[in-house]
Protein backbone atom coordinates (compact mmCIF):
# COMPACT_ATOMS: atom_id res chain seq x y z
CA UNK A 1 0.00 0.00 0.00
CA UNK A 2 1.21 3.38 -0.88
CA UNK A 3 0.83 6.74 1.51
CA UNK A 4 0.46 8.86 -1.25
CA UNK A 5 -0.28 8.61 -4.88
CA UNK A 6 0.02 11.93 -6.84
CA UNK A 7 -1.92 12.37 -10.59
CA UNK A 8 0.10 14.05 -12.89
CA UNK A 9 3.77 14.58 -12.89
CA UNK A 10 3.67 18.59 -13.72
CA UNK A 11 5.28 20.97 -10.85
CA UNK A 12 2.54 20.28 -8.31
CA UNK A 13 2.81 16.66 -8.56
CA UNK A 14 6.78 16.79 -8.86
CA UNK A 15 7.22 18.93 -5.88
CA UNK A 16 4.48 16.78 -3.65
CA UNK A 17 6.41 13.65 -4.51
CA UNK A 18 9.38 15.54 -3.41
CA UNK A 19 8.13 16.67 0.15
CA UNK A 20 6.42 13.20 0.87
CA UNK A 21 9.12 11.11 0.07
CA UNK A 22 11.64 13.53 1.84
CA UNK A 23 9.31 13.20 4.58
CA UNK A 24 9.23 9.65 4.54
CA UNK A 25 6.52 8.75 2.85
CA UNK A 26 6.08 5.73 0.24
CA UNK A 27 5.41 7.65 -2.81
CA UNK A 28 3.79 7.36 -6.22
CA UNK A 29 3.66 9.94 -9.18
CA UNK A 30 1.19 8.66 -12.30
CA UNK A 31 2.07 10.73 -15.26
CA UNK A 32 0.06 10.01 -18.32
CA UNK A 33 1.77 11.92 -20.86
CA UNK A 34 4.80 14.21 -20.10
CA UNK A 35 6.66 14.71 -17.05
CA UNK A 36 6.94 18.40 -16.21
CA UNK A 37 3.49 19.28 -17.53
CA UNK A 38 2.28 22.19 -19.24
CA UNK A 39 5.72 24.23 -18.89
CA UNK A 40 7.76 21.90 -20.83
CA UNK A 41 6.79 23.59 -24.30
CA UNK A 42 8.12 26.81 -22.82
CA UNK A 43 11.08 28.12 -24.43
CA UNK A 44 11.36 30.34 -21.30
CA UNK A 45 10.47 30.92 -18.23
CA UNK A 46 11.81 34.37 -17.02
CA UNK A 47 9.77 35.09 -13.04
CA UNK A 48 10.56 31.71 -11.41
CA UNK A 49 12.35 33.24 -8.59
CA UNK A 50 15.74 31.99 -8.20
CA UNK A 51 16.52 32.30 -11.81
CA UNK A 52 17.36 36.02 -12.91
CA UNK A 53 18.82 34.82 -16.43
CA UNK A 54 15.96 32.87 -17.21
CA UNK A 55 15.47 29.56 -17.82
CA UNK A 56 13.68 26.43 -19.87
CA UNK A 57 11.03 24.88 -18.96
CA UNK A 58 12.26 22.17 -19.73
CA UNK A 59 15.72 22.61 -17.92
CA UNK A 60 13.28 23.69 -15.21
CA UNK A 61 11.61 20.75 -15.19
CA UNK A 62 14.28 18.16 -15.32
CA UNK A 63 15.58 19.47 -12.43
CA UNK A 64 12.57 19.00 -10.72
CA UNK A 65 12.63 15.40 -11.68
CA UNK A 66 16.03 15.38 -10.80
CA UNK A 67 15.01 16.73 -7.48
CA UNK A 68 12.24 14.68 -6.78
CA UNK A 69 13.82 11.16 -8.13
CA UNK A 70 16.92 11.61 -5.27
CA UNK A 71 14.48 11.06 -2.49
CA UNK A 72 12.97 7.72 -4.07
CA UNK A 73 9.56 8.77 -5.33
CA UNK A 74 8.54 6.38 -7.25
CA UNK A 75 7.29 7.45 -10.85
CA UNK A 76 5.20 5.76 -14.02
CA UNK A 77 4.07 6.65 -17.38
CA UNK A 78 -0.25 5.24 -16.04
CA UNK A 79 -2.91 7.24 -17.05
CA UNK A 80 -5.50 7.08 -13.57
CA UNK A 81 -9.39 6.03 -14.96
CA UNK A 82 -10.39 6.38 -11.26
CA UNK A 83 -10.51 6.76 -7.88
CA UNK A 84 -12.57 5.74 -5.24
CA UNK A 85 -12.95 6.43 -1.89
CA UNK A 86 -13.41 3.56 1.42
CA UNK A 87 -12.35 5.87 4.21
CA UNK A 88 -8.92 4.85 5.88
CA UNK A 89 -7.82 3.59 2.10
CA UNK A 90 -8.23 4.90 -1.23
CA UNK A 91 -8.46 2.94 -4.52
CA UNK A 92 -6.68 4.28 -7.76
CA UNK A 93 -7.36 2.29 -10.72
CA UNK A 94 -5.07 2.78 -13.49
CA UNK A 95 -6.24 3.04 -17.39
CA UNK A 96 -4.84 -0.63 -17.73
CA UNK A 97 -6.92 -1.87 -15.25
CA UNK A 98 -4.26 -2.52 -12.43
CA UNK A 99 -5.60 -1.62 -9.01
CA UNK A 100 -3.53 0.45 -6.09
CA UNK A 101 -4.28 1.08 -2.74
CA UNK A 102 -3.29 4.13 -1.00
CA UNK A 103 -3.64 5.79 2.40
CA UNK A 104 -3.77 9.79 0.48
CA UNK A 105 -4.33 10.91 -2.97
CA UNK A 106 -2.79 13.91 -4.55
CA UNK A 107 -4.72 15.09 -7.95
CA UNK A 108 -2.27 17.28 -9.63
CA UNK A 109 -3.59 16.60 -13.19
CA UNK A 110 -3.77 20.40 -13.99
CA UNK A 111 -5.10 21.47 -17.45
CA UNK A 112 -5.38 20.60 -21.37
CA UNK A 113 -5.35 23.37 -24.00
CA UNK A 114 -8.16 24.35 -25.33
CA UNK A 115 -8.97 23.80 -29.29
CA UNK A 116 -10.92 26.16 -31.00
CA UNK A 117 -12.97 23.95 -32.82
CA UNK A 118 -13.48 25.10 -35.78
CA UNK A 119 -13.14 23.19 -39.11
CA UNK A 120 -10.03 22.03 -40.18
CA UNK A 121 -8.00 21.99 -36.98
CA UNK A 122 -8.43 18.58 -36.61
CA UNK A 123 -7.35 17.52 -39.86
CA UNK A 124 -4.29 19.86 -39.96
CA UNK A 125 -3.02 19.31 -36.59
CA UNK A 126 0.54 18.36 -36.92
CA UNK A 127 0.41 19.74 -40.58
CA UNK A 128 0.29 23.53 -39.91
CA UNK A 129 -2.03 23.52 -36.80
CA UNK A 130 0.25 23.62 -33.25
CA UNK A 131 -0.28 24.20 -29.68
CA UNK A 132 3.56 24.37 -28.89
CA UNK A 133 5.56 27.09 -30.61
CA UNK A 134 8.58 26.16 -29.58
CA UNK A 135 7.76 22.48 -30.47
CA UNK A 136 7.25 23.25 -33.99
CA UNK A 137 8.05 26.95 -34.74
CA UNK A 138 11.21 25.80 -36.63
CA UNK A 139 8.99 24.24 -39.20
CA UNK A 140 7.88 27.81 -40.40
CA UNK A 141 11.04 29.24 -40.64
CA UNK A 142 10.86 32.45 -43.16
CA UNK A 143 6.62 31.34 -43.02
CA UNK A 144 4.01 33.02 -42.38
CA UNK A 145 1.79 31.82 -39.37
CA UNK A 146 -1.39 33.34 -37.29
CA UNK A 147 -1.27 33.01 -33.76
CA UNK A 148 -4.70 32.88 -32.18
CA UNK A 149 -5.28 34.50 -28.71
CA UNK A 150 -4.99 37.20 -26.06
CA UNK A 151 -3.72 35.91 -23.28
CA UNK A 152 -0.14 35.59 -21.91
CA UNK A 153 0.98 32.31 -23.81
CA UNK A 154 -0.89 33.50 -27.25
CA UNK A 155 1.46 36.58 -27.26
CA UNK A 156 4.74 34.51 -25.31
CA UNK A 157 4.43 32.22 -28.19
CA UNK A 158 3.87 34.86 -31.09
CA UNK A 159 6.71 36.96 -30.19
CA UNK A 160 8.98 33.50 -29.71
CA UNK A 161 7.93 32.86 -33.09
CA UNK A 162 8.67 36.23 -34.22
CA UNK A 163 12.34 34.82 -34.19
CA UNK A 164 11.66 32.40 -36.87
CA UNK A 165 8.65 32.79 -39.07
CA UNK A 166 8.92 36.10 -41.79
CA UNK A 167 5.25 37.31 -39.91
CA UNK A 168 3.41 36.45 -37.03
CA UNK A 169 -0.69 37.98 -37.29
CA UNK A 170 -2.04 37.72 -33.64
CA UNK A 171 -5.87 36.98 -34.05
CA UNK A 172 -8.16 37.84 -31.06
CA UNK A 173 -11.45 38.03 -30.63
CA UNK A 174 -11.90 41.29 -28.70
CA UNK A 175 -9.72 44.16 -28.49
CA UNK A 176 -8.20 44.04 -26.11
CA UNK A 177 -5.35 41.92 -24.59
CA UNK A 178 -5.16 39.95 -21.56
CA UNK A 179 -1.62 39.78 -21.10
CA UNK A 180 1.12 41.43 -18.83
CA UNK A 181 1.28 44.95 -19.83
CA UNK A 182 5.47 43.78 -20.09
CA UNK A 183 4.23 41.86 -22.96
CA UNK A 184 1.85 43.50 -24.47
CA UNK A 185 4.45 46.07 -25.42
CA UNK A 186 6.87 44.05 -26.33
CA UNK A 187 4.31 42.46 -29.07
CA UNK A 188 3.87 45.64 -30.46
CA UNK A 189 6.92 47.08 -31.23
CA UNK A 190 7.75 43.96 -32.87
CA UNK A 191 7.85 44.88 -36.45
CA UNK A 192 6.42 40.91 -37.57
CA UNK A 193 4.29 40.70 -35.57
CA UNK A 194 0.49 42.29 -36.49
CA UNK A 195 -2.41 42.31 -34.98
CA UNK A 196 -5.92 41.52 -36.04
CA UNK A 197 -8.44 42.23 -33.15
CA UNK A 198 -12.29 41.50 -33.33
CA UNK A 199 -12.14 38.15 -35.39
CA UNK A 200 -12.17 35.08 -34.74
CA UNK A 201 -11.41 31.80 -36.66
CA UNK A 202 -14.17 30.36 -38.62
CA UNK A 203 -12.02 27.54 -41.11
CA UNK A 204 -8.44 26.29 -41.36
CA UNK A 205 -8.08 25.86 -44.80
CA UNK A 206 -4.86 23.79 -47.00
CA UNK A 207 -4.86 20.61 -49.01
CA UNK A 208 -1.64 18.36 -47.46
CA UNK A 209 -1.04 20.84 -45.13
CA UNK A 210 -2.21 24.59 -44.18
CA UNK A 211 -2.49 27.37 -46.35
CA UNK A 212 -4.92 29.82 -45.12
CA UNK A 213 -7.14 30.94 -42.51
CA UNK A 214 -11.24 32.15 -43.26
CA UNK A 215 -11.22 35.10 -40.05
CA UNK A 216 -14.50 36.76 -39.24
CA UNK A 217 -15.05 40.11 -37.75
CA UNK A 218 -17.16 39.55 -34.55
CA UNK A 219 -19.09 42.51 -35.26
CA UNK A 220 -19.14 43.25 -38.83
CA UNK A 221 -19.39 39.08 -39.72
CA UNK A 222 -17.32 40.15 -42.54
CA UNK A 223 -14.95 37.33 -44.22
CA UNK A 224 -11.22 37.40 -44.72
CA UNK A 225 -9.21 34.72 -45.96
CA UNK A 226 -5.29 35.22 -44.44
CA UNK A 227 -2.24 33.34 -45.99
CA UNK A 228 -0.49 31.69 -43.72
CA UNK A 229 1.35 28.45 -42.75
CA UNK A 230 0.90 27.59 -39.62
CA UNK A 231 -1.71 28.19 -37.17
CA UNK A 232 -0.57 28.46 -33.09
CA UNK A 233 -3.68 28.20 -30.86
CA UNK A 234 -3.54 29.52 -27.36
CA UNK A 235 -6.83 30.38 -26.21
CA UNK A 236 -7.11 29.03 -22.67
CA UNK A 237 -6.66 25.92 -20.99
CA UNK A 238 -9.57 22.99 -19.48
CA UNK A 239 -9.04 21.41 -16.50
CA UNK A 240 -8.04 17.79 -16.37
CA UNK A 241 -11.05 16.51 -13.77
CA UNK A 242 -13.52 14.76 -15.58
CA UNK A 243 -12.26 11.65 -14.08
CA UNK A 244 -13.53 12.66 -10.76
CA UNK A 245 -16.22 14.87 -11.60
CA UNK A 246 -18.38 12.70 -9.58
CA UNK A 247 -16.43 12.26 -6.34
CA UNK A 248 -14.99 15.32 -5.93
CA UNK A 249 -16.76 19.19 -5.50
CA UNK A 250 -15.66 21.17 -8.93
CA UNK A 251 -16.19 24.43 -9.54
CA UNK A 252 -18.73 26.28 -11.94
CA UNK A 253 -15.58 25.62 -14.83
CA UNK A 254 -14.90 22.15 -13.50
CA UNK A 255 -11.85 23.49 -11.20
CA UNK A 256 -11.01 21.83 -7.92
CA UNK A 257 -12.67 23.42 -5.09
CA UNK A 258 -9.60 22.90 -1.98
CA UNK A 259 -9.21 24.78 1.90
CA UNK A 260 -5.84 26.64 2.73
CA UNK A 261 -4.86 22.83 3.07
CA UNK A 262 -5.32 21.88 -0.34
CA UNK A 263 -8.28 19.19 1.26
CA UNK A 264 -10.88 18.62 -1.16
CA UNK A 265 -13.99 17.43 0.16
CA UNK A 266 -12.97 14.14 0.79
CA UNK A 267 -10.58 13.25 3.85
CA UNK A 268 -7.48 11.95 2.55
CA UNK A 269 -7.98 13.11 -0.90
CA UNK A 270 -6.14 16.85 -2.00
CA UNK A 271 -5.44 18.70 -5.10
CA UNK A 272 -2.84 21.12 -6.43
CA UNK A 273 -1.64 23.20 -8.97
CA UNK A 274 -3.90 23.83 -12.33
CA UNK A 275 -6.26 21.84 -11.80
CA UNK A 276 -7.95 23.65 -8.89
CA UNK A 277 -9.50 26.64 -7.99
CA UNK A 278 -6.74 29.65 -8.04
CA UNK A 279 -5.86 33.41 -8.91
CA UNK A 280 -3.12 32.34 -10.51
CA UNK A 281 -1.62 29.77 -12.26
CA UNK A 282 1.99 29.24 -12.70
CA UNK A 283 4.99 26.84 -11.92
CA UNK A 284 5.39 28.69 -8.48
CA UNK A 285 2.48 28.22 -6.97
CA UNK A 286 1.84 24.75 -8.63
CA UNK A 287 4.94 23.47 -6.59
CA UNK A 288 3.83 25.56 -3.67
CA UNK A 289 0.10 24.06 -4.01
CA UNK A 290 2.40 20.36 -4.17
CA UNK A 291 4.32 21.61 -0.85
CA UNK A 292 1.42 22.10 0.92
CA UNK A 293 -1.00 18.87 0.06
CA UNK A 294 2.07 16.60 0.60
CA UNK A 295 2.35 17.84 3.74
CA UNK A 296 -1.14 18.02 5.27
CA UNK A 297 -1.27 14.67 3.84
CA UNK A 298 1.89 13.44 6.28
CA UNK A 299 0.09 15.04 8.95
CA UNK A 300 -3.53 13.27 7.75
CA UNK A 301 -1.98 9.54 8.08
CA UNK A 302 -0.15 10.63 11.44
CA UNK A 303 -3.31 11.37 12.82
CA UNK A 304 -5.10 8.32 11.28
CA UNK A 305 -2.84 6.06 13.04
CA UNK A 306 -3.24 7.91 16.13
CA UNK A 307 -7.02 7.21 15.99
CA UNK B 1 20.20 2.00 -25.04
CA UNK B 2 18.23 0.24 -27.43
CA UNK B 3 17.16 2.65 -29.65
CA UNK B 4 19.15 2.82 -32.87
CA UNK B 5 20.51 6.68 -33.92
CA UNK B 6 18.95 6.96 -37.09
CA UNK B 7 20.28 9.14 -40.12
CA UNK B 8 19.88 9.83 -44.21
CA UNK B 9 23.49 7.28 -44.56
CA UNK B 10 21.40 4.24 -42.69
CA UNK B 11 17.77 5.41 -43.23
CA UNK B 12 17.27 3.01 -45.57
CA UNK B 13 19.03 -0.49 -44.29
CA UNK B 14 17.77 0.50 -40.96
CA UNK B 15 13.91 1.79 -41.23
CA UNK B 16 12.83 0.24 -45.02
CA UNK B 17 14.51 -2.94 -45.42
CA UNK B 18 14.25 -4.21 -41.14
CA UNK B 19 12.70 -7.31 -41.47
CA UNK B 20 10.55 -6.33 -38.63
CA UNK B 21 8.39 -3.16 -37.99
CA UNK B 22 10.23 -0.04 -36.54
CA UNK B 23 8.83 2.53 -34.34
CA UNK B 24 10.39 5.84 -35.42
CA UNK B 25 10.60 8.93 -33.18
CA UNK B 26 10.96 12.26 -34.65
CA UNK B 27 12.36 14.95 -32.18
CA UNK B 28 14.20 17.51 -31.47
CA UNK B 29 16.96 19.15 -28.56
CA UNK B 30 14.88 22.25 -28.04
CA UNK B 31 11.65 20.40 -28.10
CA UNK B 32 10.57 20.02 -24.52
CA UNK B 33 7.63 17.63 -25.12
CA UNK B 34 9.91 15.38 -27.44
CA UNK B 35 12.42 15.33 -24.28
CA UNK B 36 9.86 14.48 -21.81
CA UNK B 37 8.52 11.09 -23.93
CA UNK B 38 12.09 9.95 -24.62
CA UNK B 39 11.51 7.75 -21.32
CA UNK B 40 8.68 6.13 -22.33
CA UNK B 41 9.85 5.41 -25.95
CA UNK B 42 12.80 4.08 -24.41
CA UNK B 43 10.74 1.52 -21.96
CA UNK B 44 8.96 0.14 -24.95
CA UNK B 45 12.23 -0.30 -27.08
CA UNK B 46 13.38 -2.61 -24.35
CA UNK B 47 9.72 -3.92 -23.86
CA UNK B 48 9.71 -4.79 -27.74
CA UNK B 49 13.27 -5.77 -28.52
CA UNK B 50 13.66 -8.09 -31.19
CA UNK B 51 9.91 -7.68 -32.24
CA UNK B 52 10.02 -4.22 -32.90
CA UNK B 53 12.92 -1.83 -33.65
CA UNK B 54 13.12 1.99 -32.45
CA UNK B 55 15.03 4.67 -34.16
CA UNK B 56 15.15 8.08 -33.24
CA UNK B 57 15.62 10.69 -35.62
CA UNK B 58 16.72 14.35 -34.98
CA UNK B 59 14.87 16.86 -37.50
CA UNK B 60 17.50 19.26 -36.34
CA UNK B 61 20.54 17.32 -37.65
CA UNK B 62 18.27 15.39 -40.40
CA UNK B 63 15.82 17.83 -42.38
CA UNK B 64 15.64 16.11 -45.99
CA UNK B 65 14.12 12.84 -43.51
CA UNK B 66 11.92 15.06 -41.87
CA UNK B 67 10.55 16.87 -45.16
CA UNK B 68 10.62 13.26 -46.91
CA UNK B 69 8.08 12.42 -44.16
CA UNK B 70 5.93 15.46 -43.98
CA UNK B 71 6.95 16.21 -40.26
CA UNK B 72 5.40 19.48 -39.40
CA UNK B 73 5.36 18.91 -35.55
CA UNK B 74 7.34 16.71 -32.87
CA UNK B 75 6.93 14.95 -31.34
CA UNK B 76 5.46 12.37 -34.41
CA UNK B 77 6.00 9.15 -34.15
CA UNK B 78 5.57 7.35 -37.44
CA UNK B 79 5.16 3.00 -37.58
CA UNK B 80 7.29 1.93 -40.30
CA UNK B 81 6.35 -2.32 -41.72
CA UNK B 82 8.05 -3.32 -45.08
CA UNK B 83 9.53 -0.05 -45.93
CA UNK B 84 6.37 1.49 -45.31
CA UNK B 85 4.34 4.07 -42.97
CA UNK B 86 1.43 2.18 -41.53
CA UNK B 87 0.78 4.42 -39.22
CA UNK B 88 1.53 8.20 -37.39
CA UNK B 89 1.10 9.83 -33.94
CA UNK B 90 1.06 13.38 -33.77
CA UNK B 91 2.02 14.81 -30.19
CA UNK B 92 2.60 13.28 -26.93
CA UNK B 93 0.58 10.56 -25.95
CA UNK B 94 -0.15 8.26 -23.21
CA UNK B 95 2.31 4.98 -23.60
CA UNK B 96 -1.05 3.05 -23.40
CA UNK B 97 -2.46 4.75 -26.22
CA UNK B 98 0.97 3.98 -28.41
CA UNK B 99 1.07 0.13 -26.69
CA UNK B 100 -2.57 0.10 -28.57
CA UNK B 101 -1.20 0.99 -31.63
CA UNK B 102 1.90 -1.12 -31.83
CA UNK B 103 -0.40 -3.94 -31.24
CA UNK B 104 -2.41 -3.55 -34.13
CA UNK B 105 0.82 -3.91 -36.62
CA UNK B 106 2.79 -6.01 -34.60
Redesign the interface.
Known amino acids: MYDVIIIGGGPAGLTAGLYAARGGLKTLICE ?5 GQ ?5 EVDNYPGFPKGI ?3 DL ?1 DNFIKQAEKFGVEMN ?3 VKSIEDEGKTKIVTL ?2 GTKLTTKTVIIAAGASPNKLNCPGEKKF ?4 V ?1 Y ?1 A ?3 G ?2 FKGKKVAVVGGGDSAIEEALYLANLASKVYIIHRRDQLRAVKILQDRAFSNKKIEFIFNHVVKEIQGD ?2 VNGILIENVQTKELTRLEVD ?1 VFIYVGITPNTKFVEDLIKLDENGYIIVNDKMETNIPGIYAAGDIRVTPLRQVLTAAADGAIAASCAQIYIETQINT | MAEVHLTQSNWEEEVLNSDIPVLVDFW ?1 P ?8 A ?2 VS ?1 IAEEYKGKLKVGKLN ?2 EEPEI ?1 VRY ?7 LMIFKNGEVVDQI ?7 YLVEKLQQVL
Do not use: L
Open positions: EKVFGIVMSYSGMMYDGSNTGKGSCTCDAFKFG | AWCGPCRMVPVETDAGIMSIPTIGAVPKE
